[in-house]
């Protein structure tokens, strides 16, 4: 009876954890550029002092999904999605790089390039900063020109260029922040990477599968509590054999 109450206490605790994911996964359904959470689950042997006859559920995020989402024209000029395969690089709040597949820009303040989010713009040197522009563009290969202020509409100058990098899936990772991180060293620029502006990338969450996963781990939950109510009747029903006997 041990046996089947501890996996069916797993399994319903782990449950919840794969419900997390894919709640996540869903309520950024409308966040440009998210990429999805993949969600397993398997059985763990119980190691200890005796010999592994128990096993446990286990459930855990194994990789994220990389496969591009759709490009939303929006008509803004700091608006930038990568075309095909290729990553923006931004830096982390921890100071470490990153990596995003668009971004809302913004010039703030102190004429620094961020993120919606804040995070600041790598370039050939590390974050850009934008001079006062009157015109700003952003090119394919992620030059950034602007029109200075009072200069002629014919005056253009190259401010710096967006970092663009384009390792192996395999070699990047979602961390804890949110972003996506190089296992190693942090990527080289990679030149044949294009953007265009004036598009985000939409996230690449199917909603009706998620919602899907969601009902049939609510389902397996339901499954595993009464498999634990289950063996706790029969447990009762032993023990009063027992007394009888």
């Known amino acids: 009876m041990d046996k089947m109450l501890y996996v069916a206490m797993t399994g319903a605790s782990q449950n919840t954890l794969a419900q997390r994911a894919h709640a996540n996964n869903l309520a950024n359904i409308s966040t ?4 999805r959470d993949y969600e397993q689950a398997r059985s763990m042997q119980v190691f200890g002092e005796t010999f592994p006859a128990r096993v446990y559920a286990m459930s855990e995020r194994p990789a994220t999904d990389f496969t591009p ?12 999605a990568v075309e095909g395969n290729g990553w923006i690089a931004v830096q982390a709040p921890d100071g470490s790089e990153a990596y995003v ?3 809302s820009l913004q010039i703030d303040a102190l004429g620094m390039l961020r993120t919606g989010d804040g995070l600041p713009v790598l370039g050939n040197g590390g974050p850009i900063a934008v001079p006062p522009d009157e015109k700003i563009e952003i090119g394919q290969d992620g030059t950034i020109s602007i029109r200075a202020l009072g200069e002629a509409p014919n005056v253009v100058a190259e401010v710096d260029r967006i970092k663009l ?6 070699e990047m990772e979602k961390r804890t922040d949110g972003l996506i991180h190089h296992k190693g060293q ?3 620029a990679d030149a044949a990477v294009r953007v265009t502006s ?3 990338e939409a996230s690449n969450v199917n909603a009706v599968a998620e919602m899907t996963s969601i009902l049939s781990l609510s389902r397996q939950f339901e499954l595993q509590v009464k498999m634990m109510r289950t063996a706790e009747d029969d447990a009762a029903s032993v023990a009063r054999v027992l007394q009888i006997s």
């Open 186 to 188: 942090p990527a080289e």
């Open 69 to 80: 989402g759709a490009l939303q024209e929006t008509g803004r000029d700091l608006d930038v």
């Open 32 to 35: 440009s550029g998210f990429r």
């Open 198 to 200: 004036g598009f985000l």
């Open 101 to 103: 597949r668009t971004g």
């Open 165 to 170: 990098v384009n390792p192996d899936p395999k």
